[in-house]
């Protein structure tokens, strides 16, 4: 009878050719998104690129991060999303029909209980991609992010807002 699993040589063979099988298939999909069109060539083109851009770039890739809760995962995912579209709303209404003058542009300092270097930059990138804020330096230390707010009326609401948001979640997602 045959064994579901692969023997140890012949995973570690697969793993060598596709070493990020996710990577290698969204390459590919974004290739024939690119060429507007589905033909045998840019299929070909594009499982090239799939395979090879991984395989080259190997070294440079971590270890994968692991992910404790990938249900919370995706709720994070989904927050996110809801939170650009909302900021985008109130961005907009802002720049159409507030006076420079009214905004509390400031700078905050968020103090992180995040030690995981992947949940620290999935919390800064969601702070960037959430329209009105930007996550601009890390401390040396990794203990503190400094944010830009277009408008905050009371920064450590700010603050407060983006850990128990953000960090708080990103805690329960990565150990």
Not at 51 to 72: E, M, V
Not at 153 to 173: F, G, Q
């Amino acid at each position: 009878m045959m064994s579901p699993h692969p023997p140890k040589d012949e995973r570690s063979l697969v793993q060598r050719w596709v070493p990020h099988p996710l990577l290698t298939v969204t390459l590919t999909l974004i290739w024939l998104l690119l060429a507007n069109g589905l033909s045998i060539g840019g299929l070909l083109v594009g499982v090239v690129l799939g395979l090879s851009i991984p395989r080259i770039t190997a070294s440079f890739w971590p270890d994968r991060p692991h992910i404790q809760n990938y249900g919370k995962a995706f709720a994070y995912v989904l927050l996110v999303i809801y939170d650009i579209i909302v900021a985008n709303i109130q961005v907009a209404m802002i720049i159409l029909f507030r006076p420079l003058k009214s905004l509390n542009t400031c700078w905050v300092c968020v103090p992180l209980d995040l030690t995981n270097p992947e949940a620290i930059t999935v919390f800064a990138g969601t702070i960037t991609m959430t329209p009105g804020t930007v996550s601009c330096d890390l401390s040396a230390d990794g203990r503190a992010l400094l944010v830009h707010c277009l408008d905050a009326a009371d920064p450590e609401a700010a603050v407060s807002d983006m850990k128990t948001r953000y960090e708080a979640r990103l805690k329960e997602i990565f150990p």
